[in-house]
Each structure stands twice: as structure tokens, then as C-alpha cells.
């Protein structure tokens, strides 16, 4: 995402947080959020200013120094990753990346991860998103502050590849349980919301008329779908469960449309499906 210089504040500080002053001048800024993860911050920063004035910041940077970003009403820590410094006849410049600071636990890794000690013994199944998230971060700065009840009561079977480092665990709970992480970096803590509660409902009809300016609909017969086989644990089917005492589910809606009966006899058809053939 483009934004002007004005849209942002940028604040160098060292690892500890300790301060070194607003960078004042820089450009090119763009900012790439991205819901659920880590969003990236990018700039330029050039040696001198306009007026030929050095810019102090220029060597000041460092790889893993902090940046208090303000930028939509909003105050945000992000971690400086790569540094690319160039060189041209109009002077030399570097190149700033930044992530979010939940980036940092990038550095942390799960080494032979043996599962969540319950009850006195290491498990890897019927874990919930607390106990499972916990564990994980057991040796890293942040804390989990909040789960939305609607994660609560829900169990699965995690077991993480060797050496997977802790944010992408993170990210692995959060699509296991349906969940969206929000991150607070001030205080280094984070919470998960269920995706269906995340966001506010404004209520907005698009129309043809009305914000809407064109829309897609593609259909491609390969992922057409008609029959679900879902198998779990060691096997485990939904025989027992399903209606027809069969393995799998079958769904040929697709093909009924526009399918529809009379509404007084059931045997008359007022529609007929797209799939039918005139005899």
C-alpha cells in the first residue's frame, strides 16, 4: 500500500527501546498489512536531504533496531530486518524493511517438540488453543491476553516439524482453530478471535447500482465437488453418524439449479434443472 510522508511518523529506537529520535527524512514509504500476520513496512533513506544536510539516521540504523511506527491513528513497534544499501549520481541511499514486531519470534525455534504436559504425561492430541499456544511460547517475551469464547471447547492434534520456529506456529494454531491473531506490540502481547467475530458489520448492500463497479464469477468444472469422504484419527469414519449409515456425503445441488417445484403439487415442477434433458 502507497502512502505519502505525511500518512506516517517513524521513530528509531535501539532494541532495548530506548530512543534516538523521529526520522524525519526519508521516502518512498509503503506499508503491506496483512490481517492475521506480520504486516511490512518499507522506505528509503537517503544520506542527505534535499538542502544537502546530512541525515543522521543514515548511520545510526541497524538490523534488529526498532521502529515506533504512528500511522491511521495508531502506534505500532516494527523490527528492522534487511538493510540495502545503494549508490547512484544523485547520492546514496538505503532501503529499509520492517516487519511487525511479533517478526522477532522468528528467531525462536521448537526442537524436538514432544507436545503440552496434561495430567503428568506430554500429549499431542485433544489440545485446546490455550493449552497448545502456551506451551509454545513458553520461552519467548510474549504473552496470550485474550481467546474469544467461541475457541473455547475446541480440541485438536498438533505435531509441529522439527525446528519450525515460533511464529509459524502461531500462524499453524491460528488455521487450526479457525482463529485471527490481533497483536499488541506495545505491551508484546496477542490474542485469538474467531473469524466470524472479528469486524464490525456496517451494514453495506452492494448493488449495481451502488458502490459496485464490476464482478467475476468463474466456474471451473474440476473443482466441482458431489461426494466427501471425511476420514479422522486413525481412521475414523462417520458411519455411525450419517443417516444413510454410509461413508461419505453426497451434494448435487450444483446440478438441481434452477430446480424448483410447484408450490402446490410436488410432482409438478415449475423449473427445471439446468442438467435435465427434454425427451
Do not use: C
Not at 172 to 180: D, K, L, R, T, Y
Not at 192 to 216: A, P, R, T, V
Not at 241 to 251: A, E, I, P, V
Request: proline share 3%.
Amino acid at each position: 500500500m502507497d502512502i505519502t510522508k505525511n500518512d506516517i511518523r517513524i521513530f528509531l529506537h535501539k532494541p532495548n527501546r530506548d530512543s534516538l529520535g523521529e526520522i524525519s527524512i526519508f521516502k518512498n514509504p509503503q506499508h503491506k498489512p496483512i490481517l492475521g500476520k506480520v504486516n511490512e513496512l518499507t522506505f528509503t533513506l537517503p544520506h542527505f536531504d534535499d538542502n544537502e544536510n546530512d541525515n543522521k539516521y543514515f548511520n545510526l540504523i541497524r538490523e534488529r533496531y526498532l521502529l515506533k511506527v504512528k500511522y491511521l491513528n495508531k502506534e505500532e513497534w516494527y523490527i528492522v530486518d534487511d538493510i540495502t544499501k545503494s549508490g547512484s549520481r544523485e547520492g546514496n541511499e538505503k532501503q529499509i524493511k520492517a516487519f511487525l514486531l511479533p517478526y522477532e519470534m522468528r528467531g525462536d525455534r521448537l526442537f524436538s517438540w514432544d507436545g503440552v504436559l496434561v495430567n503428568g504425561e506430554y500429549r499431542k492430541e485433544s489440545l485446546t488453543i490455550e493449552q497448545i499456544t502456551n506451551n509454545v511460547i513458553a520461552k519467548v517475551a510474549w504473552t496470550l491476553d485474550y481467546v474469544d469464547i467461541d475457541l473455547f471447547d475446541i480440541y485438536r492434534f498438533f505435531d509441529f516439524s522439527d525446528n519450525i520456529t515460533v511464529l509459524e506456529a502461531l500462524y499453524e494454531i491460528a488455521n487450526e482453530f479457525n482463529a485471527i491473531i490481533l497483536w499488541d506490540t506495545e505491551n508484546r502481547t496477542f490474542g485469538f478471535y474467531h473469524q466470524d467475530n472479528y469486524g464490525i458489520d456496517k451494514g453495506i448492500l452492494l448493488s449495481q447500482n451502488k458502490y459496485l463497479k464490476s464482478i467475476e464469477d468463474q466456474i471451473k468444472p474440476n473443482d466441482i465437488i458431489t461426494q466427501l469422504i471425511p476420514v479422522g484419527k486413525d481412521g475414523i469414519t462417520i458411519n455411525s453418524l450419517n443417516s444413510t449409515g454410509s461413508s461419505y456425503l453426497m451434494d448435487f445441488s450444483y446440478f438441481m439449479q434452477p430446480f424448483k417445484p410447484s408450490a402446490k403439487y410436488w410432482s409438478d415442477i415449475e423449473n427445471k434443472s439446468w442438467s435435465d434433458i427434454d425427451e
